[in-house]
């Protein structure tokens, strides 16, 4: 007994002691209690049903040790009772003190309840009395859990269940754009657990008490006071993307924990779009779901370092892509810094015509046109081809576009399907099937689909 406080106290680790953010939960499920303590809990919701069906159990320590006083008891009785009285109360005493206990403190309390119920006890109504208080502790705790039935509502989801569906979602899209090497993430604790669970991700800031160093680099990583400094520890641990929910801020902790403010930090800056040149922002639509139309999550991944022109292009696009009409406006004028730049004019032209700016747009696409005639494409980036592709259709430059396409599909291969937005990817693959092209290869063909919602799958 003496050798685990001996070794907690040489080593300087709270052990089992050590709380956590499932210390705080009495359980798993659904609208479960969530309290520092016992007495929290108590203060907080008062004396309410699922309080009664938690406390009914610890009951039990009361036969149990009338059972040890009661005369007729033989000494195996009496000392078979204590073995299990002994750990029911200590395990009661560390329930009082945070809520996950009481799942420990239960399992105790159900071995010292078949423990009792199998001794030789006393007259057959104690007998009685016993198994009616038993059925009927059993039967409360049942009760909580019998689902609200009779009421004619709608069952409606909770905020955790609406969050957990689209955690999944998110999960199962980003591995499936992150490629055979897998993600290593820089996410809040909580999508961290679910993209490693759902999608096979690992990732840095679980707080799991073996995770110290993991903790210890997200913290540095989001406070560090320059992208340089941020670059070379997501280097050291070879982080692939940063995902920064909406409706969850916890990154934000771990910036205070480390600068003492959010403000002047590397999160600070992502917060505010002023993105490095080595990371390119990844379009994600959340599912539709009423109630969380204005969330979103912010997902950028580490690429090779970009020009100024490319990363405002591709700014640009995942703005229209994602809806943001004034953002894209702000990017789309910054664009005009690089008018001899072919990515720069078909990012421009993308965000005139989703603004319906047609005049704009025109003019632009005439820019496109003296380039292209200049050979100007030759150096032209994969996913630029693509977008250039789309303008030059919607301008009804077919011709050309299809010029476009045919070497967009040529010169496929995962790692740049995988770079185009959804919405790029499929209407590179509608102008295919408008013209009558396809990608040789089947396994890029296959995938090149599967990257795509199911809705839009149909639609093709």
């Known amino acids: 007994v003496a050798v685990l406080p001996v070794v907690m106290w040489k080593t300087k680790s709270e052990g089992f002691l050590a709380l956590g953010v499932s210390s705080l939960r009495l359980t798993k499920l659904p609208g479960g209690a969530v309290a520092s303590s016992l007495w929290a809990w108590l203060l907080h919701d008062?004396?309410?049903?699922?309080?009664?069906?938690?406390?009914?159990?610890?009951?039990?320590?009361?036969?149990?040790?009338?059972?040890?006083?009661?005369?007729?008891?033989t000494v195996f009785t009496r000392v078979s009772t204590a073995l299990m009285l002994g750990p029911a109360l200590l395990a009661l005493g560390f329930a009082s003190w945070h809520l996950r206990g009481w799942s420990n403190a239960d399992g105790i309390l159900l071995v010292l309840l078949v423990a009792c119920t199998g001794m030789p006890g006393p007259a057959r109504f104690a007998r009685f009395a016993w198994t009616v208080f038993v059925g009927a502790m059993v039967a409360f705790g049942v009760v909580q859990l019998v689902p609200e039935g009779g009421s004619g509502k709608e069952t409606q989801l909770t905020?955790?269940?609406?969050?957990?569906?689209?955690?999944?979602?998110?999960?199962?899209?980003?591995?499936?754009?992150?490629?055979?090497?897998?993600?290593?993430?820089?996410?809040?604790?909580?999508?961290?657990?679910?993209l490693f669970y759902y999608g096979g991700m690992r990732g840095l800031g679980t707080l799991a008490w073996e995770n110290v160093d993991g903790i210890g680099a997200a913290i540095r990583i989001v406070s560090a006071s320059t992208?340089?400094?941020?670059?070379?520890?997501?280097?050291?641990?070879?982080?692939?993307?940063?995902?920064?929910?909406?409706?969850?801020?916890?990154l934000d902790e771990y910036a205070r924990i480390g600068m003492g403010q959010v403000e002047g930090t590397f999160l600070s800056q992502l917060h505010n779009w002023k993105t490095p040149l080595w990371l390119r922002p990844v379009a994600y639509q959340l599912p539709t779901i009423t109630g969380f139309e204005n969330q979103s999550v912010k997902i950028l991944e580490v690429v090779e370092d970009q020009d100024d022109a490319v990363v405002l292009g591709r700014i640009a696009e995942y703005f229209?892509?994602?809806?943001?009409?004034?953002?894209?406006?702000?990017?789309?004028?910054?664009?005009?810094?690089?008018?001899?730049?072919?990515?720069?004019?078909?990012?421009?032209?993308q965000v005139e015509l989703a603004r319906g700016d047609t005049?704009?747009?025109?003019?632009?696409?005439?820019?496109?046109?003296?380039?292209?005639?200049?050979?100007?494409?030759?150096?032209?980036?994969?996913?630029?081809?693509?977008?250039?592709?789309?303008?030059?259709?919607?301008?009804?430059?077919?011709?050309?576009?299809?010029?476009?396409?045919?070497?967009?599909?040529?010169?496929?291969?995962?790692?740049?399907?995988?770079?185009?937005?959804?919405?790029?990817?499929?209407?590179?693959?509608?102008?295919?099937?408008?013209?009558?092209?396809?990608?040789?290869?089947?396994?890029?063909?296959?995938?090149?689909?599967?990257?795509?919602?199911?809705?839009?799958?149909?639609?093709?």
């Not at 004396?47 to 006083?69: N, Q, R």
């Open 359 to 460: 005049a704009a747009f025109a003019k632009t696409v005439e820019l496109v046109r003296a380039r292209l005639t200049g050979k100007g494409d030759r150096a032209l980036l994969w996913d630029r081809r693509a977008s250039l592709a789309v303008v030059l259709a919607r301008a009804k430059l077919n011709d050309l576009a299809r010029v476009q396409v045919e070497r967009c599909l040529a010169e496929a291969d995962e790692a740049s399907l995988r770079l185009l937005t959804t919405g790029a990817l499929y209407r590179l693959q509608v102008l295919a099937k408008a013209y009558g092209l396809a990608i040789t290869d089947p396994h890029l063909r296959e995938l090149a689909r599967d990257l795509l919602p199911d809705d839009l799958r149909s639609r093709l």
């Open 159 to 194: 905020q955790a269940e609406l969050v957990g569906l689209i955690e999944r979602d998110l999960a199962r899209w980003l591995s499936k754009h992150a490629g055979p090497g897998g993600a290593v993430v820089l996410a809040p604790p909580k999508e961290t657990t679910t």
């Open 227 to 250: 992208p340089e400094e941020a670059k070379e520890l997501i280097s050291r641990r070879s982080v692939t993307h940063l995902v920064i929910p909406s409706w969850d801020s916890y």
């Open 320 to 349: 229209v892509e994602m809806g943001q009409w004034d953002l894209a406006g702000s990017v789309g004028q910054a664009l005009r810094r690089f008018p001899g730049d072919l990515g720069a004019l078909v990012a421009r032209a």
């Open 46 to 73: 008062g004396i309410t049903g699922k309080v009664w069906a938690t406390l009914l159990p610890a009951l039990l320590v009361l036969p149990a040790g009338g059972l040890m006083l009661w005369r007729g008891a």
